[in-house]
């Protein structure tokens, strides 16, 4: 590392932050039983408390459409793996090709957005538990797969 390890000391600086700030927020809801606008409102009514709430609620609907957007670049690539096309998506200039393609990039931004609408549909433990024991075996695979070939 060229910046002697700060970058690290960063990233994990800022999950561990994240992670509290996340359960706080997980806690607060649950004790309060009320959306995170009314939950920080219990706490305080103050202009800072309301702000917090409405924080909490408007940040993850503008960060949703940002990761299924990359979602859909995910399982773009995945479709081009599994059809055999390695050689293709490999080659300079693929990304920035798709990319520049709206109509693709919202295709499959779509196809994203209908396969999480369906393992939500499907509830707790059909959908997103069942999702989850699939898709986190095969993500401790490819980080000790990238781990072990970086």
Same mark, same amino acid.
């Given at each position: 590392?060229?910046?002697?390890?700060?970058?690290?000391?960063?990233?994990?600086? &800022?999950? /561990? *932050? @994240?992670?509290? $700030?996340?359960?706080?927020?997980?806690? +607060?809801?649950?004790?309060?039983?009320? =959306?995170?606008?009314?939950?920080?409102?219990?706490?305080?009514?103050?202009? &800072?408390? /309301? *702000? @917090?709430?409405? $924080?909490?609620?408007?940040?993850?609907? +503008?960060?949703?459409?940002?990761?299924? =957007?990359?979602?859909?670049?995910?399982?773009?690539?995945?479709?081009?793996?599994?059809?055999?096309?390695?050689?293709?998506?490999?080659?300079?200039?693929?990304?920035?090709?798709?990319?520049?393609?709206?109509?693709?990039?919202?295709?499959?931004?779509?196809?994203?957005?209908?396969?999480?609408?369906?393992?939500?549909?499907?509830?707790?433990?059909?959908?997103?538990?069942?999702?989850?024991?699939?898709?986190?075996?095969?993500?401790?695979?490819?980080?000790?797969?990238?781990?072990?070939?970086?």
């Amino acid at each position: 590392m060229s910046n002697n390890g700060q970058s690290a000391k960063r990233a994990s600086f &800022s999950g /561990k *932050i @994240g992670y509290v $700030l996340i359960m706080s927020e997980t806690a +607060l809801g649950r004790m309060t039983r009320k =959306s995170p606008v009314g939950a920080f409102q219990t706490f305080g009514k103050t202009k &800072s408390f /309301k *702000i @917090g709430g409405w $924080l909490n609620a408007i940040i993850p609907m +503008l960060i949703v459409p940002y990761y299924s =957007s990359i979602g859909g670049w995910v399982i773009k690539y995945l479709a081009e793996y599994l059809k055999g096309n390695v050689q293709t998506v490999a080659q300079d200039g693929y990304f920035t090709e798709f990319i520049s393609d709206s109509f693709q990039v919202e295709a499959w931004f779509i196809v994203f957005s209908i396969l999480v609408f369906c393992v939500i549909l499907a509830g707790v433990e059909n959908g997103i538990e069942r999702v989850s024991k699939i898709m986190m075996p095969i993500l401790v695979i490819l980080a000790v797969i990238v781990a072990i070939y970086s």
